[in-house]
């Protein structure tokens, strides 16, 4: 494997790692204690904690999505780039399901003041759960394949 691969193969593994490690954690343990909040209590906690991971995840996600690609063109021919064809479209499947589903949630939620839920109030943690799911799902399978990837490459 080339200088080059070694380095790729390492940030596509970080960064793979990194998204799956952030969705898989926050569906384990962030979601289930969302769920338990009252209205006002889970929009002003999901506003801050929404308020780092909303501008670094998408440059995580895209950029491991990119590095894929990239160890892709640059892998031999065989299993280990299907596999990186993989991670890459898991990758954007992420980013697609954020990007529509996720995040207009999450910008609804965040106009909402806390003290002041509307009484027509519908709550989105089911939906938001739902998408979160099928993106961390997708995350794992990301992940799962940039790692058989890389072993390939050895």
């Known amino acids: 494997m080339s200088a080059l691969s070694r380095v790729l193969s390492v940030l596509v593994l970080v960064g793979s790692g990194t998204v799956a490690g952030v969705l898989f954690g926050v569906a384990l343990s962030t979601v289930p204690a969302l769920a338990t909040m009252s209205p006002g209590r ?12 909303d501008p670094t995840m998408p440059v995580i996600v895209l950029s491991s999505t990119l590095l894929s690609v990239w160890l892709a063109v640059v892998a031999p021919a065989g299993a280990a780039r299907t596999l ?15 990007h529509f589903r996720n995040v207009p949630i999450n910008r609804r939620v965040h106009r909402i003041d806390p003290a002041a839920i509307p009484v027509d109030w519908s709550d989105p943690r ?29």
């Open 42 to 53: 889970y929009v002003a906690t999901h506003t801050l904690l929404g308020r780092n991971w």
């Open 84 to 98: 990186l064809v993989v991670v890459a479209v898991a990758l954007l499947g992420v980013s697609v399901v954020s």
């Open 126 to 154: 089911p939906t938001w759960r739902r998408w979160h799911l099928l993106r961390t799902a997708l995350a794992l399978v990301a992940l799962v394949s940039a790692s058989v990837a890389v072993t390939l490459m050895g």
